[in-house]
């Protein structure tokens, strides 16, 4: 879903957390995106993490899924996301259309119980938090390194 961002009217600016991969994307809108951080082992924090948690993931895994988006990280993912979506689905009691975003060339797009993977990726349009600030318009939806 790539298109052209013109930089003159883009805006990004990325709490702690957001923009970085994996993450997902609740489609609210027509070009209106709201990102879900996916962060994992957080029961090692203290503080008050919003977003997806998955726990019990060695840093063996991460390396893996760092080199491989099919490892078995990938699989752990892709469940902990579909969790996501029933649970986002009852409290919003619609259907969503949600995107698993894995790295700049990788996403998985859920529509009602299809997986569909791609390598092109939500971009532009206005991106929100989950507290419904936006953090970014028209630009990438991650941070780049």
Same mark, same amino acid.
């Given at each position: 879903?790539?298109?052209?961002?013109?930089?003159?009217?883009?805006?990004?600016?990325?709490?702690?957390?957001?923009?970085?991969?994996?993450?997902?994307?609740?489609?609210?809108?027509?070009?209106?995106?709201?990102?879900?951080?996916?962060?994992?082992?957080?029961?090692?924090?203290?503080?008050? $993490?919003? =977003?997806? @948690? #998955? &726990?019990?993931?060695?840093?063996?895994?991460?390396?893996?899924?760092?080199?491989?988006?099919? !490892? /078995?990280?990938?699989?752990?993912?892709?469940?902990?996301?579909?969790?996501?979506?029933?649970?986002?689905?009852?409290?919003?009691?619609?259907?969503?259309?949600?995107?698993?975003?894995?790295?700049?060339?990788?996403?998985?797009? $859920?529509? =009602?119980? @299809? #997986? &569909?993977?791609?390598?092109?990726?939500?971009?532009?349009?206005?991106?929100?938090?989950?507290? !419904? /600030?936006?953090?970014?318009?028209?630009?990438?939806?991650?941070?780049?390194?």
């Amino acid at each position: 879903m790539k298109e052209n961002i013109n930089t003159e009217t883009s805006f990004a600016s990325f709490p702690e957390h957001y923009g970085k991969f994996p993450y997902l994307l609740v489609r609210i809108s027509s070009a209106v995106y709201m990102q879900i951080p996916i962060r994992f082992n957080v029961d090692i924090y203290k503080e008050n $993490f919003k =977003g997806v @948690e #998955i &726990n019990d993931i060695s840093l063996k895994l991460i390396e893996k899924y760092k080199e491989d988006k099919t !490892s /078995k990280l990938h699989d752990i993912i892709i469940d902990r996301t579909r969790i996501f979506k029933i649970e986002f689905e009852e409290e919003w009691k619609a259907p969503v259309r949600l995107c698993l975003v894995e790295d700049p060339e990788t996403a998985n797009y $859920f529509e =009602g119980r @299809e #997986i &569909n993977p791609s390598h092109s990726i939500p971009n532009g349009g206005t991106l929100l938090n989950q507290s !419904s /600030k936006i953090i970014a318009m028209n630009s990438d939806h991650y941070l780049k390194e």
